[in-house]
C-alpha cells in the first residue's frame, strides 16, 4: 500500500481523554475512532491488525476441531427466558423491542442460541463431540465505558461451545481449548498463563483465566517463575490424542499460579522466594466447563450407547480479539509507539523514500516494493512528500517491525538502511541483499 | 474435512415455511438455521461460502482502491438528527435505549457515521479521493420478512462511501465501484445487467442498480441481448486511468436495459424483437452518487485548490453478501440441488467412499484427501458408514462442484470415478490421472 493513497489519520497530541497506554496509542496511530461511550470504528490500520488476529485465533480454534459458524447479534428474549438468564442479566444487558413489541436483546454472549441450534439437530451421541465457534460482535451496557477496546460496550468475540456426552469428555473438549489457547496467544508474541478461575455455584476446577503479563496490566499476578519457561505445544500436536492433550494441560497448572482474586498465601510462601513471580497481568481468554446448567432447562439431549437420554455437557471458551490488541499493546510498545509481534502487525515492512520525487529514490523504491510485494510480503511504501523526521516518527508510532530507509546519499552507494523496530538496530546494507533480508529474493 | 467430524445438517423433507427455491435448498442443505423473524445462524457450510463471497467482495473492492474499515452496529441516534434522518426514517429501523436512556438505533447503513469520520479527520483536498468501505452485520425492521436471507431483517452488507472534491471526482468514484461490480458479480459466476435506477430527489442519472438473471428472480426486467455477449473488464483494468474506466462504464450502460419500475415502452418497442431480453431478475448491488446530501447538513467540507471550502461531493455503493448467496442459488440448482460455481463452493472437491470400513477403499481415500488438500484444494471427505444413494444425494444437495467416487470395484482396477456437478458426466479415470484432474501433481 502507498501511503499516498492510505487513509491513516495519524494525531500529533496525545488524546486527553485516554487514560492507558493503549488506547492512547491506537488513537495516536489512527487505528481506531471512538463513535460513542464504548463504541469504536476500526480505520484501515486497525482493521488489518483485527484481521491478523482473528486468522490466527481460527487457524488454531480449526487445528483443535472446533468449527466455525456465525450467529446473528439479535437474539429473542423468549430463548433467554428458557434458561432462566433474561430476568437474572441486569442493565448490561441491552433490551430491545421490535415494531412488533416483541422483546428482542443483543447478545452479550450465546450459550441459549447455541443450544437452541444443537437441540434442533443432534440427537445421538454417535455426533458427538462437537465443538461451535463464531466470531461475532457483542454488547454489555458497562456503567462506565473506559480503557478504549479494553472495556467497550461493542465489543468482538470468539466464543466456542462444546457439546459432549458426559464429563469425561466435556474434559477433553475443555482441555483441546486449553491448548489451543496457549497456541494462540504464543502466535501472536505474548506470555499468556493460565490461572485457576472461581467456578462460582458450578464448582469443580475447570474454569481457568489466561493472563499475560504486562508492566501497565489491570491486576496483580502470581505465579512459580517455571511458567517463563514452559514449552507451548508446537504445530504437530496431535488434538485428536486426549491423553497427550491431557498431559500438556497437567504441565501448565501444576506450578502455581493465580490472579489476585484467588491467590492462597500459604501456597505462595511455600515457594522459594527467587521462584516466585508477582507482576501485572491482563485477562485475555477465559474458558469454563458449566456441564448441564443449560442443556437441562433448554432440553438438549443426545441417546447414550446405553440407550437413555443424557443432557449433554457443556462448556465455552472466550476470546475478545478487539481487546486482545489491546493488551497486546500494554505488553508491547515503547515511548515511540507500539512494536508489534511480526504475526500481528498491520504491515510486515516499511519502506521509507526519504527524498520523494527524486528519480532515484522513486526507483528504488518502486522497485523494491514490487519486489516484496510479490514475495507476499504486505508492505506499506511511504511515498508521501513529508520530511523524513515525520516519517520516522510514523514508522515507529505504528510500530512496523521493519523499517527500509531509502536516501539519495544511499542509493547512489548502492545501499539502503534496514532498521528493526524491537531493538532499534540499524544496519546498512547493499540493495539487494536488503531485500533478500526481508524475504524478497 | 471430514463429514465424520463436521457438522452439516441435512434436512431430508422440504420444509414448510421455505417459498423460494434458495431458502429451501439452504435449510436442506443445512447451511442456515432460522433463529426468529428474519434472522438466522450461517451453519458451518454456510459460513464457508459467505467468507468465499465477501473474499471476492474485499478483493474487488481493494482493487478499485476502496479501504477497508469496520464501524460499530449500534449508532448514536444524535449523529442521525444532524443529517435529519432520525425522524424521518420509519419504523424499518430499530431504536434502542441504553441504561441511561440515550437514544441509539442498531445501523440499517452507515452515510452519518461515515461521514462523521472523514469530517474529523480530512481537511484538504490533496487527501482525496477517499472510498471507505465495510462489511458489517445491518438491521432493518421489516413488517414481514420472508424468503429466508434474501429479505431478512439481520444481514450483512459492504457499504462503500467515496469523499471527493466535485462532481467530476465523484462521477470518476463512482465508475470505479461500477467496474468493480462488474467484476465481482463476474467472479461468482453471475450475469449482472447494470440498470439504471431512480435517483428520487437527488436527480441525474449516477444510480444503477445491478440485477442477476434468474428464472426464479424477483421481479420483471428489460435489456438488450448485446448484454450477453459484453466483455466483463479483466484484471488488468487499471482503476487509476479514468479514461480507461469511464470507456467501461459507457459500453456498459449504452444498449438498453431496464428494471420494470423504469421501462420505458418506446424505446424498448425501437429495439429489433430478437434482440429483446426479456427476463427476470435479482437485485445484487445497488450504487448511488448523492453529491452533497450529507456532507452539506453535516458540514463535511475540504479545502479546494482554490483557498475555499467545498463540501465533499459523495456516493455510496451496497451489496448484500447474504442476499447475494441466495441470489446464486436463484441463478443456479437443479432439482438435486444447488449447483456452486467453483469460485464460492464450500468445497471444490468431494470424495465419496462409497465402502468406508474397506481397508482399500480407505486407504485410496485417505490418499486422495491427502494429496488434494496439501496442494491446497478444499475438500469434504465422506467417510461415513452412509449407504452410497445417500451420499450422491447429499454431493449434489450441497453442490459440490467435482465428486470423486471410490468404490470396492474401482479401487481394485486402479480406478475411479470423477462427476461434474453442472453437467452430470462422469469419467473412470486411473486414480492418479483423476488427482492431477482436480489439481493435485
Not at 462437537?130 to 468475540?157: A, C, T
Not at 486449553?178 to 508474541?189: A, C, I, W
Request: with cysteine.
Amino acid at each position: 500500500m502507498r501511503l499516498s493513497r492510505y487513509f491513516l489519520p495519524i494525531l500529533k497530541e496525545n488524546p486527553r481523554e485516554a487514560e492507558i497506554v493503549s488506547h492512547r496509542l491506537m488513537l495516536r496511530a489512527g487505528m481506531i475512532r471512538q463513535q460513542g461511550a464504548g463504541s469504536f470504528s476500526w480505520l484501515p490500520l486497525g482493521k488489518k491488525v483485527l484481521d491478523k488476529v482473528c486468522r490466527i485465533i481460527r487457524e488454531e480454534q480449526d487445528r483443535a476441531g472446533a468449527l466455525e459458524i456465525l450467529m446473528p447479534t439479535i437474539q429473542s428474549a423468549d430463548l433467554w427466558r428458557e434458561s432462566g438468564r433474561y430476568e437474572d442479566y441486569g442493565k448490561e444487558m441491552l433490551r430491545i423491542k421490535d415494531r412488533h413489541e416483541r422483546d428482542m436483546l443483543f447478545g452479550p454472549t450465546n450459550e441459549e442460541m447455541v443450544t437452541e441450534i444443537f437441540r434442533s439437530y443432534i440427537k445421538s451421541y454417535k455426533d458427538l463431540p462437537l465443538n461451535l465457534y463464531h466470531i461475532q460482535w457483542k454488547f454489555r451496557d458497562e456503567v462506565r465505558p473506559r480503557f478504549g477496546v479494553m472495556r467497550s460496550r461493542e465489543f468482538l468475540m470468539k466464543d466456542a461451545y462444546s457439546f459432549d456426552l458426559d464429563f469425561e469428555g466435556a474434559k477433553a473438549a475443555y482441555n483441546r481449548m486449553f491448548v489451543s489457547y496457549l497456541r494462540t496467544f504464543t502466535r501472536m508474541g505474548l506470555k499468556a498463563i493460565p490461572m485457576r478461575a472461581d467456578t462460582g455455584p458450578i464448582g469443580g476446577d475447570l474454569s481457568h483465566e489466561f493472563i499475560i503479563l504486562a508492566d501497565t496490566g489491570e491486576s496483580e499476578v502470581f505465579c512459580h517463575r517455571d511458567y517463563l519457561d514452559l514449552k507451548v505445544p508446537g504445530e504437530a500436536t496431535d488434538f485428536t490424542n486426549d491423553d497427550e492433550i491431557a498431559g500438556i494441560v497437567r504441565d501448565w497448572t501444576t506450578p502455581y499460579a493465580a490472579t489476585d482474586e484467588m491467590h492462597d498465601e500459604a501456597a505462595w510462601d511455600k515457594i522459594a522466594e527467587g521462584d516466585r513471580l508477582s507482576a501485572r497481568g491482563i485477562e485475555v481468554g477465559h474458558i469454563f466447563h458449566f456441564g448441564d446448567k443449560y442443556s437441562k432447562p433448554m432440553g438438549a439431549k443426545v441417546t447414550g450407547p446405553d440407550g437413555k437420554d443424557h443432557n449433554v455437557s457443556m462448556g465455552s471458551y472466550g476470546i475478545g480479539p478487539t481487546r486482545l490488541i489491546a493488551a497486546i499493546i500494554e505488553a508491547s510498545h515503547d515511548e515511540n509507539g507500539i512494536i508489534w509481534p511480526e504475526s500481528v502487525a498491520p504491515f510486515d515492512v516499511g519502506i521509507i523514500n526519504m527524498k520523494a520525487g527524486d528519480a532515484e529514490c522513486d526507483r528504488v523504491c518502486d522497485e523494491l516494493y514490487s519486489k516484496l510485494t510479490a514475495a507476499g510480503r504486505d508492505v506499506l511504501y511511504d511515498d508521501t512528500d513529508q520530511r523524513p523526521g515525520g516519517k520516522f516518527a510514523t514508522a515507529d508510532l505504528i510500530g512496523l517491525p521493519w523499517q527500509m530507509i531509502v536516501g539519495p546519499r544511499g542509493v547512489a552507494a548502492g545501499e539502503i538502511e534496514i532498521k528493526n523496530r524491537r531493538t532499534g538496530e540499524r544496519e546498512t546494507l547493499p540493495i539487494e541483499a536488503a531485500t533478500k533480508r526481508l524475504g524478497a529474493a
